[in-house]
T-cell receptor, first 114, second 113 residues
Framework: ETGVTQSPTHLIKTRGQQVTLRCSSQ?????VSWYQQALGQGPQFIFQ???????GRGNFPPRFSGLQFPNYSSELNVNALELDDSALYLC?????????????FGPGTRLTVL | RKEVEQDPGPFNVPEGATVAFNCTYS??????FFWYRQDCRKEPKLLMS???SGNEDGRFTAQLNRASQYISLLIRDSKLSDSATYLC??????????????FGTGTQLKVEL
């Protein structure tokens, strides 16, 4: 196993609500990245945090936000949920932010928006 | 044009067959390359890194051609347990100093008796 955990496993919300997803990285990994995987698609990069600062963002609106904490845990927050936000949300941890660092994925949180 | 392109398949092959997957990527500045395997409704798992010199891990062989921006994966002697979606993945640097993985849509493999 990768040593990366996520909670909850599954979640059902309704349109307009807010959601917080959690990730616990491997100890010592300073970087966490979040990805959204819609059905039938590959994961899409949302953003990356390094030592508690956001250092890169994909094409996602500001209602997607995150936090990283000193204890190697992190959160993904999504406000004003839309139906299209239904997806598998994956976090991945890595040692640093090098383009050659391996990213280790957690099991994901499956979010359904009704 | 998508940053990483793969044939979505499905590839239906008999047990014991050899199957090859191909992938192209558009960003010539990409730093590193991988194949991930994803089982239904599970997280992607790293299958192997891909190098220009080619690398092999048991029945799996991966190859990178930087000049053509082309990545391949060969699976020999397919097993039923190889049935999964294979994701071609490229790692590149972001302007803010971070890095991101860019995934293809995945190629579905079904190995049959």
């Amino acid at each position: 196993e990768t040593g990366v955990t996520q909670s909850p496993t599954h979640l059902i919300k309704t349109r307009g609500q807010q959601v917080t997803l959690r990730c616990s990285s491997q100890s010592g990994h300073n970087t966490v990245s979040w990805y959204q995987q819609a059905l039938g698609q590959g994961p899409q990069f949302i953003f990356q945090y390094y030592r508690e600062e956001e250092n890169g963002r994909g094409n996602f609106p500001p209602r997607f936000s995150g936090l990283q904490f000193p204890n190697y845990s992190s959160e993904l927050n999504v406000n004003a949920l839309e139906l299209d936000d239904s997806a598998l949300y994956l976090c991945a941890s890595s040692l640093e932010t090098s383009g050659t660092d391996t990213q280790y994925f957690g099991p994901g949180t499956r979010l359904t928006v009704l | 044009r998508k940053e990483v392109e793969q044939d979505p398949g499905p590839f239906n092959v008999p047990e014991g067959a050899t199957v090859a997957f191909n992938c192209t990527y558009s960003n010539s500045a990409s730093q590193s390359f991988f194949w991930y395997r994803q089982d239904c409704r599970k997280e992607p798992k790293l299958l192997m890194s891909v190098y220009s010199s080619g690398n092999e891990d048991g029945r799996f062989t991966a190859q990178l051609n930087r000049a053509s921006q082309y990545i391949s994966l060969l699976i020999r002697d397919s097993k039923l347990s190889d049935s999964a979606t294979y994701l071609c993945v490229v790692n590149g640097l972001l302007t803010g100093g971070g890095n991101k993985l860019t995934f293809g849509t995945g190629t579905q493999l079904k190995v049959e008796l």
